[in-house]
């Protein structure tokens, strides 16, 4: 209990004495590394648009084949998502979000046994975390959420699993207007 009081109080600290290093109208691209809780690592690649401080889109595509499929049997799946993300505090270094994604999610079983299992689904996500923007254009976001839409083998994969947490570590390109 000390310590989740002592990294609030950091937090709170960060979150009133610094400000943005956030910019407006830019692109974040970088990699995303994603845990399904109970089942596979997925990574991948991610980017992001500022439309305004506040808010920004962006598109995400990570695989277990870059993940727990890369050197095991695991099962291959994919996901490739758009989403919306809310920023608060948009000023400080240390922002909480708020993000939802909608894409799709397939997998492949890879044996014809498996070919009458459902192995492709939409997916309907909501996460929430912090980001943090450091002085030079690197950002880092932690966050957990929930798979709306998932499966249970009869009715949609039994591998789309409800909660999930992620991090993403993004490279700012480049700044497309000037305030």
């Known amino acids: 209990m000390k310590r989740i009081i002592l990294l609030f109080l950091v937090c709170f600290l960060i979150l ?3 400000k943005s290093f956030g910019q407006l109208h830019t692109i974040d691209i970088g990699f995303r590394f994603q845990k399904t809780v109970d089942l596979y690592y997925e990574n991948g690649i991610t980017a992001q648009y500022y439309l305004t401080r506040r808010w920004a889109i962006g598109a995400s595509y990570y695989t277990s084949k870059l ?28 922002k909480p979000f708020l993000r939802g994604s909608i894409g799709y999610f397939a997998a492949n079983y890879e044996e014809a046994v498996f070919d009458n299992l459902p192995n492709s689904s939409a997916i309907l996500a909501a996460d929430a975390g912090l980001a943090y ?11 957990i959420g929930y798979n709306a839409i998932t499966g249970s083998g009869d009715s949609g994969p039994g591998t789309l699993y409800p909660v999930f947490y992620q991090t993403s570590i993004t490279w700012n390109l480049s700044k497309l207007s000037t305030k």
């Open 16 to 18: 009133t004495t610094k």
């Open 133 to 143: 923007t450091f002085k030079i254009p690197l950002k880092l976001s932690l966050s």
């Open 67 to 94: 993940g727990s499929a890369l050197s095991s049997n695991a099962i291959k799946q994919d996901n490739l998502v758009a989403s919306g993300t809310y920023f608060f505090l948009p000023e400080k270094a240390l």
